[in-house]
């Protein structure tokens, strides 16, 4: 079994500045990690995930995430936020199986709201 | 195209009551997945499909809760004897398969279940 660990479950800056959100798993099998993003009264939408190869994985709305396997972390960053980017934001892992096919369902963490302020 | 979908987007209901909730994944999706998402917390694992069968339902918390997708397609979650404890937002999401690692998860915009 894997778990997922988001270290803030709030994190608040201000427009235009740097930010990073902090994912941990634990896992005993080789995995596969996602980063979804919730706007208010919206389903999950994926940023970005890593399957494999390069360890620097970049998505949508400019985010990107760094995969450090001697860690057990996936943390996501952005250079530079926009009001827009105020959501919750979900690291979630799927086990990865022997043969590069996915496992299916998704273990989540708790979740770390992002509070852009101008 | 059209995304999930998912009916009602807000149940309330009385302790003791059954309640259907109901998904209609992106065509041609043949994995199906149900997670419940409780305040403050990120989506747990109930169930997934891959075609009609149940290929994976160790997230079920109890016999209460039960999940049917007799066609392939649209799916229902069925929970008796509804507890104030289910009270969440039941998230449904499909994938083209669930064999590729490759296949995104899409989500749909949940239904909130509210058990008085």
């Known amino acids: 079994a894997q778990s997922v660990t988001q270290l803030d479950s709030q994190v608040p800056v201000f427009e235009e500045a740097p930010v990073e959100l902090r994912c941990n798993y634990s896992s005993s099998v080789s995995v596969y990690l996602f980063w979804y993003v919730q706007y208010p009264n919206q389903g999950l939408q994926l940023l970005l995930k890593?399957?494999?190869?390069?360890?620097l994985v970049k998505g949508i709305n400019g985010f990107e995430a760094e995969f450090n396997k001697s860690q057990t972390s996936f943390h996501l960053r952005k250079p530079s936020v926009h009001i827009s980017d105020t959501a919750e934001y979900f690291c979630a892992a799927q086990r990865a199986n022997a043969g590069g096919t996915s496992y299916g369902k998704l273990t989540f963490g708790q979740g770390t709201i992002l509070t852009v302020h101008p | 195209g059209a995304g999930v979908s998912q009916t009602p987007s807000n149940k309330v209901t009385e302790k003791g009551k059954y309640v259907e909730l109901r998904c209609d994944p992106i065509?041609?999706?043949?994995?199906l997945y149900w997670y419940r998402q409780s305040l403050g917390q990120g989506p747990e694992f109930l169930i997934y499909?891959?075609?009609?069968?149940?290929?994976?339902d160790s997230g079920l918390p109890n016999d209460r809760f039960f999940a049917v997708r007799p066609e392939g397609s649209v799916s229902t979650l069925k929970i008796q004897r509804t507890e104030r404890g289910d009270s969440a937002v039941y998230l449904c999401?499909?994938?083209?398969?669930?064999?590729?690692?490759?296949?995104?998860?899409?989500f749909g915009p949940g239904t909130r279940l509210t058990v008085l």
């Open positions: 065509s041609g999706h043949t994995a």
């Open positions: 499909f891959q075609g009609t069968g149940a290929a994976d």
């Open positions: 890593y399957l494999s190869g390069s360890t």
């Open positions: 999401a499909s994938s083209l398969t669930s064999g590729r690692s490759t296949d995104t998860q899409y």
